[in-house]
């Protein structure tokens, strides 16, 4: 059966052909299909997925603080020409910043914008929908700075207010503000402009004034600024990328001002700790720093995107073009392709509201008479109305490489209705107005003062040039990638992917296999064992034990900490000595629950490998996403009759669960700055034996290792952190490791960067540029490398304990150990993530005598509880803080104060 679903109710046909009929009549139409609609809608619709979630922000001045962003469009646009976006506007009621959005399977790029809001543009890639999943996401948009405290505020009126901030990105795109009062009236209906620079901070800091702090770009102005009282609105400006240019980890800070230098504001602050930089305020009488922050959010782009063509005066809805079918626009691409695009327009009260409505959106070359770049689109209006009138937005998203662009060209984005008399003719208005059934829209002109003046407004299927631009946002890619469909995250989430070290002896002299656990239905059938090839590759086999009749058995790994938010995708390898067949095959299954008890479960979902027998053929799953944090992963070999002249083997090399990356292409930036990376410098022999003599001293007499360095001085893992350790005293360091996404292992605890540094987010979801951008505590501290803390502790003879806080990093740092010959400094090795470098043949573990007393309780007499202490059994003492008080029982000297070399540290080139 086929229905045939109409945009309006049939019985309006009527109405348009007879204005005269009752509104009653057609009441029943509407009534029935408002009643069909809510049966379908109501009813689970197993061929599409739906999508629903949060879009929050960190609020930086206090990371337990996230605030729900609403009035964001939320964008769903699925892969490939003529596509059709799916749209949905966060909501303002509770709950604040909750969307939700419904299609068919595909793959799905997903946009976050509102160029009238302070918010930057948000683009999630390779999103991979199947049909019936009900998915829910909790998105974070993230800042340079923000403060969304509003429950105190400056009691006297101010002149204006510099805030300082950390540099996050290169380019800031966007400042939000709100105010307790805009200085003219209280709750009454004045209003007043207000301006917003951006200007950097000498180093270092000038503390008599920050009025003689250099600007970067232009001054933006908000216009009708009208608070106090119960108005509390929020208010924000914007900036083109590059016309505001900051570097990552610098210091500045945004002025707030009215434009009549005559008037004064009053902003809703925060009072900070008296160590945290605050406010430069000035008013009437006096200029001088505040320990507070104000209500304030600042924005760059987001990695890997870049904005030609943004909102800078951020006043929606100012005036109005003219309506005709097609409009374009031209401007000059910065990035590789195109993202997204947000059009401000209205539509004519006669025609169905701006949700009913659709244009094609296409790229040309030069202007609107060049030739169609990359493929075309459809947005979907998302707006208001009143029932006699809409407005709002037109609004698409493009995956990378639809729409490939070329840096410095000019270009021209086109916009052209595709209704006709069939999906518009039929409408009426509340006001009983029948539709002319002509259709077109209304694009809003650009609010003055913003202009751009590398472009221009076209009009009509002529492309009549206009002497204004068009109000829009335009979002790019900055980089390209011709396989970004298949983009994975290099870090391998399974322990003991590559197979190469299958036997592992525990304490108690016990085999196991690293990460693995083996199943077996037939016992006594087969047998597990490395084979080791001429080339000295290894990998796991199932063997049939002759003459038993039959095997199934195999391994299954569980792999935690993983997201639903997220999809990853299971690569590896795989042979066997015959082909495909019902009797004899190799399995490998996925199981999105996470158990790993019942291998006939059916929940795992099974692949048969592979179609060809004797030699490894590489296999690559599709899009994989887990029920809620867990995977488990199923290697499983089947043998039901048994030709005994023909012994059946099973082989699995080289198995990887990888994220797939859902962020922007971007530019390799390894090579953009200096230091240790994934190796540490070479050194000349005389200075190898001196620092072995030094190491093996240290192990023959009861070592001091400092957890995470010298936190009494430095933040934790730091270098400074590290040096301070050793400088105090102490032997050795314990170090926490995680790898970037482009590889870099580096050294921080925590998941994410909520305590340690001036961001948020998830640590182990950042390049290492990104993470270098990160201020550590409240000087500019970095987070290291692990090269450079190898560097660090070659150097000075310490001796190391790793703690390895993500699986799947364990090749890649016993590679770095090796190349650097640093088996004699490491003596503890975290057995969660590390088992096979804890089980190394060349690792000589110590035995610590556990924690070294350094709390003072009450009643408890510390030295004699440190003394007490040394008799424990073990060889090593772990300390917190600092070591000084172990370093000074056992009878030991602080060392030389180390001046840790320019060259250890990671600096943008």
């Given at each position: 059966?086929?229905?045939?679903?109409?945009?309006?109710?049939?019985?309006?046909?009527?109405?348009?052909?007879?204005?005269?009929?009752?509104?009653?009549?057609?009441?029943?139409?509407?009534?029935?299909?408002?009643?069909?609609?809510?049966?379908?809608?109501?009813?689970?619709?197993?061929?599409?997925?739906?999508?629903?979630?949060?879009?929050?922000?960190?609020?930086?001045?206090?990371?337990?603080?996230?605030?729900?962003?609403?009035?964001?469009?939320?964008?769903?646009?699925?892969?490939?020409?003529?596509?059709?976006?799916?749209?949905?506007?966060?909501?303002?009621?509770?709950?604040?910043?909750?969307?939700?959005?419904?299609?068919?399977?595909?793959?799905?790029t997903?946009?976050f914008?509102?160029?009238?809001h302070?918010?930057?543009?948000?683009?999630?890639?390779?999103?991979?929908?199947?049909?019936?999943?009900?998915?829910?996401?909790?998105?974070?948009?993230?800042?340079?700075?923000?403060?969304?405290?509003?429950?105190?505020?400056?009691?006297?009126?101010?002149?204006?207010?510099?805030?300082?901030?950390?540099?996050?990105?290169?380019?800031?795109?966007?400042?939000?503000?709100?105010l307790?009062?805009?200085?003219?009236?209280?709750?009454g209906?004045?209003?007043?402009?207000?301006?917003?620079?951006?200007?950097?901070?000498?180093q270092?800091?000038?503390?008599?004034?920050?009025?003689?702090?250099?600007?970067?770009?232009?001054?933006?102005?908000?216009?009708?600024?009208?608070?106090?009282?119960?108005?509390?609105?929020?208010?924000?400006?914007?900036?083109?990328s590059?016309?505001?240019?900051?570097?990552?980890?610098?210091?500045?800070?945004?002025?707030?001002?009215?434009?009549?230098?005559?008037?004064?504001?009053?902003?809703?602050?925060?009072?900070?700790p008296?160590?945290?930089?605050?406010?430069?305020?000035?008013?009437?009488?006096?200029?001088?720093?505040?320990?507070?922050n104000?209500?304030?959010?600042?924005?760059?782009?987001?990695?890997?995107?870049?904005l030609?063509?943004?909102?800078?005066?951020?006043?929606?809805?100012?005036e109005?073009?003219?309506?005709?079918?097609?409009?374009?626009?031209?401007?000059?691409?910065?990035?590789?392709g195109?993202?997204?695009?947000?059009?401000?327009?209205?539509?004519?009260?006669?025609q169905?509201?701006?949700?009913?409505?659709?244009?094609?959106?296409?790229?040309?070359?030069?202007?609107?008479?060049?030739?169609?770049?990359?493929?075309?689109?459809?947005?979907?209006?998302?707006?208001?109305?009143?029932?006699?009138a809409?407005?709002?937005?037109?609004?698409?998203?493009f995956?990378?490489?639809?729409?490939?662009?070329?840096?410095?060209?000019?270009?021209?984005?086109?916009f052209?209705?595709?209704?006709?008399?069939?999906?518009?003719?039929?409408?009426?208005?509340?006001?009983?107005?029948?539709?002319?059934?002509?259709?077109?829209?209304?694009?809003?002109?650009?609010?003055?003062?913003?202009?751009?003046?590398?472009?221009?407004?076209?009009?009509?299927?002529?492309?009549?040039?206009?002497?204004?631009?068009?109000?829009?946002?335009?979002?790019?890619?900055?980089?390209?990638?011709?396989?970004?469909?298949?983009?994975?995250?290099?870090?391998?989430?399974?322990?003991?992917?590559?197979?190469?070290?299958?036997?592992?002896?525990?304490?108690?002299?016990?085999?196991?296999?690293?990460?693995?656990?083996?199943?077996?239905?037939?016992?006594?059938?087969?047998f597990f064992?490395v084979?080791k090839?001429?080339?000295?590759?290894?990998?796991?086999?199932?063997?049939?034990?002759?003459?038993?009749?039959?095997i199934?058995?195999?391994?299954?790994?569980?792999?935690?900490?993983?997201?639903?938010?997220?999809?990853?995708?299971?690569?590896?390898?795989?042979?066997?000595?015959?082909p495909?067949s019902?009797?004899?095959?190799?399995?490998?299954?996925?199981?999105?629950?996470?158990?790993?008890?019942?291998?006939?479960?059916?929940?795992?979902?099974?692949?048969?490998?592979?179609?060809?027998?004797?030699?490894?053929?590489?296999?690559?799953?599709?899009?994989?996403?887990?029920?809620?944090?867990?995977?488990?992963?199923?290697?499983?070999a089947?043998?039901?009759?048994?030709?005994?002249?023909?012994?059946?083997l099973?082989?699995?090399?080289?198995?990887?669960?990888?994220?797939?990356?859902?962020?922007s292409?971007?530019?390799?930036?390894?090579?953009?700055?200096?230091?240790?990376?994934?190796?540490?410098?070479?050194?000349?022999?005389?200075?190898?034996?001196?620092?072995?003599?030094?190491?093996?001293?240290?192990?023959?007499?009861?070592?001091?290792?400092?957890?995470?360095?010298?936190?009494?001085?430095?933040?934790?893992?730091?270098?400074?952190?590290?040096?301070?350790?050793?400088?105090r005293?102490?032997?050795?360091?314990?170090?926490?490791?995680?790898?970037?996404?482009?590889?870099?292992l580096?050294?921080?605890?925590?998941?994410?960067?909520?305590?340690?540094?001036?961001?948020?987010?998830?640590?182990?979801?950042?390049?290492?540029?990104?993470?270098?951008?990160?201020?550590?505590?409240?000087?500019?501290?970095?987070?290291?490398?692990?090269?450079?803390v190898?560097?660090?502790?070659?150097?000075?003879?310490?001796?190391?304990?790793?703690?390895?806080?993500?699986?799947?990093?364990?090749?890649?740092?016993?590679?770095?150990?090796?190349?650097?010959?640093?088996?004699?400094?490491?003596?503890?090795?975290?057995?969660?993530?590390?088992?096979?470098?804890r089980?190394?043949?060349k690792?000589?573990?110590?035995?610590?005598?556990?924690?070294?007393?350094?709390?003072?309780?009450?009643?408890?007499n510390l030295?004699n509880?440190?003394?007490?202490?040394?008799?424990?059994?073990?060889?090593?003492?772990?300390?917190?803080?600092?070591?000084?008080?172990?370093?000074?029982?056992?009878?030991?000297?602080?060392?030389?104060?180390?001046?840790?070399?320019?060259?250890?540290?990671?600096?943008?080139?």
């Open positions: 059966m086929t229905v045939n679903l109409r945009p309006f109710n049939l019985s309006l046909i009527a109405s348009a052909n007879n204005p005269s009929t009752s509104y009653a009549s057609s009441a029943f139409g509407e009534i029935g299909i408002a009643f069909l609609l809510t049966l379908l809608l109501s009813t689970p619709l197993l061929s599409q997925f739906r999508l629903d979630g949060h879009l929050k922000a960190k609020d930086t001045s206090n990371s337990f603080i996230e605030v729900p962003l609403s009035t964001i469009i939320a964008i769903a646009h699925q892969k490939g020409e003529e596509a059709e976006a799916l749209s949905f506007r966060t909501f303002e009621m509770h709950p604040a910043g909750w969307f939700r959005l419904s299609g068919v399977e595909g793959d799905y997903l946009a914008t509102n160029p009238a302070y918010t930057p543009p948000k683009i999630v890639t390779n999103q991979f929908f199947k049909k019936g999943e009900k998915l829910h996401y909790h998105l974070k948009s993230s800042f340079d700075f923000a403060n969304f405290y509003d429950k105190e505020w400056d009691s006297k009126p101010a002149k204006s207010y510099y805030q300082p901030f950390f540099a996050k990105g290169t380019s800031i795109t966007s400042v939000g503000f709100k307790a009062t805009d200085g003219v009236d209280g709750s209906p004045k209003s007043q402009e207000i301006l917003v620079s951006i200007h950097e901070i000498p270092p800091v000038d503390s008599e004034s920050a009025l003689n702090w250099p600007q970067i770009g232009p001054t933006m102005p908000a216009l009708n600024v009208d608070c106090g009282g119960p108005k509390n609105y929020w208010y924000s400006v914007g900036w083109n590059g016309e505001v240019p900051v570097k990552p980890g610098r210091r500045y800070a945004v002025q707030i001002r009215p434009k009549d230098p005559t008037s004064t504001i009053q902003a809703f602050w925060k009072h900070t008296s160590k945290t930089p605050g406010i430069f305020r000035t008013d009437e009488t006096d200029n001088k720093f505040e320990p507070f104000i209500w304030l959010a600042v924005g760059s782009t987001d990695k890997g995107l870049t030609p063509y943004n909102k800078r005066v951020h006043h929606k809805f100012s109005l073009s003219n309506i005709d079918q097609r409009w374009s626009q031209t401007w000059v691409a910065q990035g590789k195109l993202a997204s695009v947000v059009l401000y327009a209205a539509v004519s009260g006669k169905p509201p701006l949700n009913r409505q659709r244009v094609r959106v296409r790229v040309r070359e030069d202007g609107p008479q060049g030739k169609v770049v990359g493929i075309e689109k459809i947005a979907v209006g998302n707006g208001n109305y009143t029932g006699d809409s407005w709002g937005h037109f609004v698409a998203a995956s990378p490489n639809e729409v490939p662009l070329v840096p410095g060209e000019k270009y021209a984005i086109e052209e209705t595709i209704e006709t008399f069939h999906t518009i003719g039929d409408f009426v208005n509340i006001k009983k107005q029948v539709s002319s059934g002509i259709p077109g829209f209304n694009p809003y002109k650009k609010c003055a003062p913003d202009k751009y003046p590398a472009g221009t407004a076209y009009r009509g299927k002529g492309a009549r040039k206009c002497d204004f631009d068009l109000d829009m946002q335009i979002v790019e890619y900055v980089s390209e990638n011709k396989n970004w469909s298949t983009q994975v995250q290099k870090n391998n989430l399974i322990l003991q992917g590559e197979m190469n070290s299958f036997h592992i002896s525990n304490e108690a002299g016990e085999e196991y296999q690293a990460g693995w656990k083996t199943f077996n239905h037939t016992p006594d059938s087969v064992s084979e090839s001429k080339d000295g590759n290894s990998y796991f086999q199932l063997a049939m034990k002759s003459p038993q009749k039959s199934d058995a195999g391994w299954v790994q569980r792999v935690s900490n993983l997201s639903n938010d997220n999809t990853y995708k299971l690569t590896g390898k795989v042979r066997s000595t015959w495909l019902l009797e004899q095959r190799c399995e490998i299954g996925i199981d999105p629950t996470g158990q790993v008890k019942n291998s006939n479960a059916s929940s795992i979902h099974w692949k048969a490998f592979p179609p060809r027998h004797g030699e490894f053929l590489n296999y690559t799953s599709a899009p994989i996403r887990p029920d809620e944090s867990t995977l488990s992963i199923w290697l499983r089947r043998v039901g009759k048994i030709d005994h002249r023909f012994p059946f099973g082989d699995f090399d080289a198995f990887a669960l990888r994220k797939m990356d859902s962020g292409p971007q530019q390799d930036q390894r090579q953009s700055f200096r230091g240790p990376t994934n190796s540490i410098p070479p050194e000349s022999e005389g200075q190898k034996l001196k620092r072995l003599e030094l190491v093996q001293k240290r192990r023959s007499y009861i070592p001091i290792l400092v957890h995470r360095g010298a936190t009494r001085f430095h933040p934790e893992n730091t270098l400074e952190a590290f040096s301070a350790a050793i400088d005293g102490a032997d050795g360091i314990e170090v926490d490791i995680r790898r970037s996404t482009d590889g870099i580096y050294v921080f605890h925590d998941r994410t960067l909520d305590r340690m540094t001036d961001q948020t987010g998830n640590s182990f979801d950042k390049t290492y540029p990104e993470l270098l951008s990160c201020r550590v505590g409240l000087k500019n501290y970095k987070i290291p490398t692990l090269a450079s190898f560097t660090l502790a070659r150097d000075r003879g310490a001796l190391i304990h790793l703690d390895v806080k993500e699986p799947g990093l364990e090749a890649a740092i016993l590679q770095l150990i090796q190349g650097s010959d640093l088996w004699n400094h490491i003596v503890e090795v975290n057995a969660g993530n590390a088992s096979t470098i089980h190394h043949p690792i000589k573990r110590l035995q610590y005598k556990g924690w070294f007393p350094q709390d003072h309780q009450k009643g408890v030295k509880a440190q003394r007490k202490f040394l008799k424990n059994p073990g060889t090593m003492i772990f300390t917190k803080w600092d070591p000084i008080e172990a370093v000074k029982l056992l009878g030991r000297r602080e060392s030389e104060v180390f001046v840790i070399p320019l060259g250890y540290w990671q600096q943008w080139e």
